[in-house]
């Protein structure tokens, strides 16, 4: 922990305290100017609004799919093993083949969704181009791959709840609908908060799908349209080569999912508590 945790901590915090450049064998110390110079960095917040837009447009009504799918799931179905492999392989799927995939899927001459909206009456939509549609796009990329994930962490929890409960629900005539929101969702609410920090810790890391959207371009686009914290982090310390102020990124990321996480303790606290 030592070895791989801690010291790439405080080696990156060393790092973003200087003028760091692979180029160079003279480290300037510059102190906070890093941290200055960030904030104030258009491009950064830039990066951060796309983040998040990105992380609302598909990590919410990715727990929500995942929800009712793990509900589905842990209904009395023929051949249970067999759905429940069939929820995950999105996940286990190569990223680079997913990204390949969903750009033919989304391309601007030949995409099957532009074909769709052509035969509905609706123009074409060049996807890379817009912030919206790009970042829809990539939102659809990622709720494809990891739904199926959460929605195995739901059932796993969803097994662990009383059955009598759900027997007594029946005989009273409640939905499925029903015991989904009134016994399921309050019986697993710490599993759910756990995905919903999980997630969006694992959403401030984006980069493997905007980068291979986008072709490979590090910038997210022409207009910047949907580059990422990590994408952005990536130009910084591979494009300009300016490793300090690529650390200084990094660890205002790393501030942010502190943050996160001690948001997560709060209402996990809070929960117990109840």
Avoid: C
């Avoid at 510059?30 to 990105?54: H, K, M, P, S, V």
């Avoid at 790009?134 to 990622?142: E, H, L, Y």
């Avoid at 029903?178 to 599993?191: H, N």
């Amino acid at each position: 922990f030592a070895a791989f945790g801690i010291f790439p901590l405080a080696y990156t915090a060393w790092v973003s305290l200087h003028e760091w450049s692979l180029l160079s064998e003279t480290h300037t110390f510059l102190g906070l100017q890093n941290y200055q110079d960030l904030f104030a960095d258009e491009y950064f917040w830039n990066a951060l609004r796309n983040t998040a837009q990105i992380w609302v447009l598909s990590t919410v009504p990715q727990l929500l799919m995942a929800l009712v799918l793990a509900h589905v799931l842990n209904q009395r179905l023929r051949a249970p093993t067999f759905w429940r492999m069939t929820a995950v392989l999105p996940n286990i799927t190569s990223v680079a083949a997913v990204a390949i995939i969903f750009g033919q899927i989304f391309g601007k001459d030949y995409g099957l969704v532009n074909w769709l909206l052509e035969t509905l009456g609706l123009g074409r939509i060049d996807w890379q181009a817009g912030t919206a549609s790009s970042q829809i796009a990539i939102s659809v990329m990622i709720l494809w791959r990891w739904t199926g994930y959460n929605a195995l962490i739901y059932l796993a929890a969803m097994q662990a709840v009383n059955k009598d409960l759900y027997d007594a629900a029946s005989l009273d005539g409640a939905s499925s609908f029903q015991q989904l929101t009134r016994i399921t969702v309050p019986a697993i609410r710490p599993t759910i908060i756990f995905t919903v920090i999980i997630s969006t810790i694992g959403g401030m890391q984006v980069l493997a799908e905007p980068l291979l959207f986008g072709g490979g371009s590090m910038t997210g686009g022409s207009d910047r349209q949907f580059q990422t914290l990590s994408l952005y982090l990536y130009e910084v310390a591979f494009s300009r080569f300016d490793f300090g102020y690529a650390s200084t990124a990094a660890w205002a990321m790393f501030g942010i999912i502190v943050i996160v996480a001690a948001i997560n303790y709060f209402l996990t606290s809070r929960l117990r508590r109840s």
